[in-house]
């Protein structure tokens, strides 16, 4: 945003906006960016760390935008998307949701655009452009980084493939994290340690997805996630 003008509107409209995030240390600073209310009209009005909180403070404060991360404990942001649904399609005041997330991957943004959210851009993002994307869907707008919205159509364009992989949907949220992490090499107690849980969640994950995906060994689920560029 530039120019007097811009500046002026963002003092003078004002949207409430719910942070979720599991690094507190990205909340904070999300927060420090955007969330000077009297220069940015952003006003924080919440924060959550996993999928119940987010439901939990999202429930309590009704903000008018949730900016949302794709992959957090207890299902991800797609599982918060779902429980969300009724604030999402409220007649009076909906609750709008824009994924704000690391990833960049194709499967992670046609997820949560399928779940209802309005938009997805990734934490590359400057602060000036977060505060205006966060207005546009606060008016209903779509938004989208530039490379992620082609994903979008594509997906929901083409007459040719699903927009998301049969497989894949058999999958949970958190089962697909597990999946990506294990075809990336990682071992059992390092995925534990990424996604806050137990090495013995991590194997129950594992086991399911073999199972959904009728393989028999970590082999064949590296050699299907490389085939679908999931790693």
């Known amino acids: 945003m530039t120019g007097n003008s811009g500046e002026e509107e963002t003092r003078t409209r004002r949207v409430r906006v719910v942070l979720v995030d599991d690094h507190r240390m990205f909340r904070t600073g999300v927060q420090a ?28 404060t009704r903000p008018e935008v949730v900016l949302l991360d794709v992959h957090l404990p207890g299902g991800g942001g797609v599982e918060v998307l779902r429980r969300c649904a009724p604030l999402m399609a409220a007649a009076e005041d909906p609750v709008r949701f824009l994924a704000l997330s690391v990833s960049d991957a194709a499967e992670d943004v046609i997820g949560v655009i399928r779940g209802g959210a309005r938009g997805y851009v990734t934490k590359t993002i400057t602060g000036a452009d977060l505060v205006d994307s966060v207005f546009r869907v606060q008016d209903g707008d779509a938004v989208f980084s530039p490379r992620l919205a082609g994903f979008v159509l594509d997906a929901f364009a083409s007459t040719d493939a699903p927009p998301v992989d049969e497989d894949m949907d058999r999958l949970t949220q958190r089962e697909r994290e597990v999946l990506r992490l294990i075809a990336r090499g990682y071992a059992y107690k390092e995925i534990a340690k990424q996604l806050f849980i137990s090495v013995k969640t991590v194997e129950s994950h594992v086991s399911a997805v073999l199972r959904k995906l009728q393989l028999s060994n970590r082999h064949e689920l590296t050699r299907w996630a490389t085939a679908r560029r999931l790693v």
């Open 33 to 60: 960016e955007i969330g000077q209310t009297e220069t940015t009209g952003v006003e924080v009005v919440g924060e959550a760390a996993d999928v119940d909180q987010a439901v939990t403070v999202i429930t309590a």
